[in-house]
């Protein structure tokens, strides 16, 4: 399995029509256990990041800004509002916009950034602030616009080479690793070439999605997104008190 795990090149390849629901089930819960475990032993790395940024560089604390922001999102939706955000509208919509379009599939990329445009929406003053009542609507607009640009720019057949795909599948994946950065804003400019090693869990979660989407099927790598965040947040809902 490893193997295949690190053979991204490979990845448009591996889907095998012929494994049954079981196979895929073992995989999944195979794939969660690699993250779970490397969380555990990326933890003592987050304490030396934050030992580097606050004692040797004397940055504030982006584990703190972390909580900070949490406790806001609790704050601004209640605290089952977030948790459905985190635990199931987030994943949906990270996996739409990282994971859909690399069927490399005119209406699927389209798609995807439609679903950009709907996360791009929580950093446009005027947007984000907005009670969900106005703010689901705005936010159905904007995918809509983005949709249909998209499949009237595109052409109909998109068909890049292996060298193109294995490019695309690799920045998709680094891509949805360093947005994670912004769970610790507002960014420290001075800090800028750390906050990566601050994502390390997301950029391995992103790699690893990003083989379960092509190995099982787009809807196993949300359904895998979706069991991480949710054991997450039960975990810091926990230990935070949110």
Known sequence: MFQKICAIGSYPRLSDHHRNFRQ?????????????????????????????????????????????????????????????????????????????????????????FGFALVLLARVIPGIRDQDLALGIPIRIVLFAAGYFAFVKVLPQNISPNKRAQTFIIVASIITFGLLHTLNYAPLQLGILFIYPLYVLPQLVMGWLLTYVRFRNGFFWGIALHIMINSVIIIIQSVYQHY
């Open 24 to 112: 895929k089930l073992v995989l999944l819960f195979s794939i969660y256990g690699i993250i779970f475990l490397f969380n555990i032993l990326n933890a003592p790395l987050l304490y030396l990041w934050e030992y580097v940024v606050i004692h040797l560089l004397h940055y504030k604390s982006p584990v703190s800004q972390y909580k900070i922001t949490m406790h806001s999102l609790f704050a601004k939706y209640g605290y089952w509002k977030a948790v459905l955000y985190i635990s199931l509208l987030g994943p949906f919509i990270e996996e739409m916009i990282f994971r859909l379009s690399l069927s490399f599939k005119r209406k699927h990329i389209a798609a995807a």
